[in-house]
């Protein structure tokens, strides 16, 4: 039954990957080919999710939207998770007032909701896919760097390290053979819960205006452009939604799922 | 109930609680069916397709140059009988956006000119007739021209403020000065092109009459004393707050037949009929304005009878409000949507025009539309006076193509500007977009915040093209906008020849001659194109069944006057 949950996720996941992935060969039409004599059209064989308010195949927007949101989400995650990890570690491993200064720039990130830090950078910087990657990277990193702290902590403390030590290993052995292979176990469920973390904030941006330009699609602007039409068109916004919400819930079970390995691996 | 009837099982017989069982289950049964045949029963009423244009008081307009204008005696002040029939209603309308000020003379969108519209009356006012605008009287009775540059103006003498007070000459003074001083849109109607007051004296001569002198011949003031910005407030209030906008609730007093009594941010805004009215008073006695800005939100409001009238209506949405006994009230609107093109950054008016004819117009309108559109055939909108039709830049591609040939335009790069607070605007912006991408010329789109917009387009001028609508009150107002160093010249637009015929035009005597003048003006800004000219769009109005006698003024404003159910 674990097993199950876990395959299934895994399996939908790389679904959408693929899906994401093959965009070019798999899409119908062109996501920005306006067809102005055939907007709004319900649900048909030539359109499986029918038609948005410009005349174009919402099933093809739809795919090289999961597109620009991995490609969004996936980079965000790796370089919140690598600094945060990174400095945490650090932060770990020098203490004193290193460990004093650092800990308190991120208890100010961690204190402001990462929404609010995330729109200022976007503000700075213009809605780009870099920008938009940068925005929700930095949003993330205090709960990266929190983790990784602690976690570097208490594997500096464990005997083997002590061991490690007095028979002359460097700091850089440590770091790589000990800390960063106990870094990599734990993070991974915690980097892709925030993966969903991640594609929620993207979708967010989107419906308040701030993520990528049309007519590139994305989940997040697909709903805050089809919002507007759920009465008329009510396919219209049911379509991202639904991929986000499916690909949120299976984010999460996987990375239930997989910290719950982890568990049972570190006992 | 249901629960309780189960759990009583054991004490009553147990038929009897089968018994209110099966109560509940018919209850709920026939509810549902009245809610479907309820709605069945409203998807086959018929609704009219237009507003019913009623005039209530048939005012003659008489051209602003003849000598002397008396306005027609005011229908007798309601009669007892009418003072029977009053009805007391509470409209709600939703709304799209909120107010953005209190003060009149502050007053800048839509949603401001609508309500403080209700408040605030001017000199003149804008008549509707169903297809022509016209400007009448409106606190004036009379008014009578003394020499070139010296009118002299009587006001009705049965005008009372929302304070008591009665409206004399002296607010009317103190008014015009501080609209002139603190009104951004006064100062543009009431300033020549170099920045001097076109009134440089006004001359109070007793309590309701006033001369106004003027520093040239300018015959667009009466359409310009038409605009609210200009619109009378009593003098103690002009010079309490002199200095900048008025805050307090209290202060917000006019002579229009609504006063307004609350106002609750990003929420609502209440007015109240005002009983001292000069003229008829409307039926509406109570007219809430809610806030909505989500305009499924609004339109899930007029069908559930949460408001009565719902504006801001998109044209996709009509047939699905019409299928739900929600009628849609249709009105030309003044707005103009185009596509402004910097002048200073594209030179060449061979470009300017290429871009016009690139874009399709015609299926813009049908398509994206629905038809609820007009497409532009001049600079300003057909239901102005002297507003003439020119000849269309028909989509032409190989046309554009040439153009741009000649004015060696291939393979450039443009970025297109729209602010985010209209999605209609964004999905234009990718309209345009495919449609220069048909001439060879890549256009990319650029999404700003309203605010962050209007200063990038129309302060510092930084932008390829970008998408809005000004929305003005009279051909001559809009002309202006495209004058050399104009404050709503946002793409730097500037040809001597076009000012020239501005000032002409301000100081022409003969009504002739001056249809002439505005003739070439609309010719030379058309020819010149500092933007892609697309079209006018309706003004569309949900409104419940019951809700009569509504009307829709062409700048998006609702007329309530004759509103009864």
Redesign the interface.
Known sequence: MKNLALGASILIILAELLLALLADLIAPYSY?A?D??N??SPPSPRHPLGTD???RDVFSRLIYAMRITFIIAIPSVLIAALMGAAVGALAAAAKGFTDFVLSRIFDVMYAIPSFFIAIAVLLAMG?SVTGIIIAISISLAPMFFRLGKSIARETLTKPYVEAAKAIGASPIWIAFNYVGRQLLATLTPTAVYMLSTAIALEATFGII?LSV???TPSLGNMI??Y???????PWLAVAPITVIAVTITTLNTLANELSKRVAVFEK | MFFFALGCGEKVPRTGAYVAVGIVIAFLLGLGAGFLFGRGGVTTVTVPTTVTHTVERTVTFTPPILQQYTSPQPTAPTTATQAQLLQNITLKVAMSTDIRALDIHFAMGVADFEVLGKVYEALFKIAWDGSKLAYVPGLVKSYSQLNETAWLFILRNNVVFHNGKKLTAEDVKYSLLRSIRLSGIGKQLLTDAAGNPIITDIVIANETAFILKLSAPFTPLFENLAHLSTAIMPKEIALKYWDGPITSIEDVIGTGPFRLVSYEKGAKVVLQRFDGYWGNRPNVKTLEYLIMPDASARMSAVISGVVDVAVGISPDMVEALRSQGIEVYRAPGVRLVLVAINCKRVLDVRIRQALNYAVNKEDVVKEFMRGYAEIATSVASPTFPNVVSLKPYTYNVTKARQLLEEAGFVGKKLTLLTSTRSPKDIQLAQVIQQYLKNVGIEVEIVQMEHTAFLKRVFTDHDFDLAIYGPSPSSLYYALTYWRTGASLNGPEYSNPEYDKLLDEIATEPSEVKRVELYRKAQEILWRDAPAIWLYFEDILIAARPGIKGLQVLPFQMLIVDNVYV
Do not use: M, Q, T
């Open positions: 920005e306006i102005l004599g907007r709004l308010p410009l005349g809605s205006g330009s049309p007519p805050s452009e919002k507007e039409y759920i009465f008329v068109a």
